[in-house]
Nanobody, 124 residues
């Protein structure tokens, strides 16, 4: 059974940092394209950062470029999202998602497997 579990969310002050983790079970995550998405109240789920299998091509939404970094840890079957210089507008539930073949990187409709999400709140 394919399962994704996110962790690492929490409450942080503006300017702070968090590292989210997406741990996979039931399959080898390094063979899959993986993405981090977020959804704030009243808004659509949006792609934040994604990484392909193989070459590891990455994508970052304009709103997080230079602040967020996505990486793989194949030994632990995990993908991380390091978030620096957090802003109140980064507040959302963050989800990781995966699929074997993604045609449109970071398009949420292209990912079949999803975790349950982890809450990130940026507030003073």
């Amino acid at each position: 059974q394919l399962q994704l579990v996110e962790s690492g969310g929490g409450l942080v002050q503006p300017g702070g940092s968090l590292r989210l983790s997406c741990a996979a079970s039931g399959f080898k995550l390094n063979y899959y394209d993986v993405g981090w998405f977020r959804q704030a109240p009243g808004k659509e789920r949006e792609g934040v950062s994604c990484i392909t299998s193989g070459e590891g091509t990455t994508y970052y939404a304009d709103s997080v470029k230079g602040r967020f970094s996505i990486s793989r840890d194949n030994a632990s079957n995990t993908v991380h999202l390091k978030m620096n210089s957090l802003k109140p507008e980064d507040t959302a539930v963050y989800f990781c998602a995966a699929d074997l073949v993604v045609f449109r990187l970071c398009d949420r409709t292209d990912y079949a497997y999803w975790g349950q999400g982890t809450q990130v709140t940026v507030s003073s």
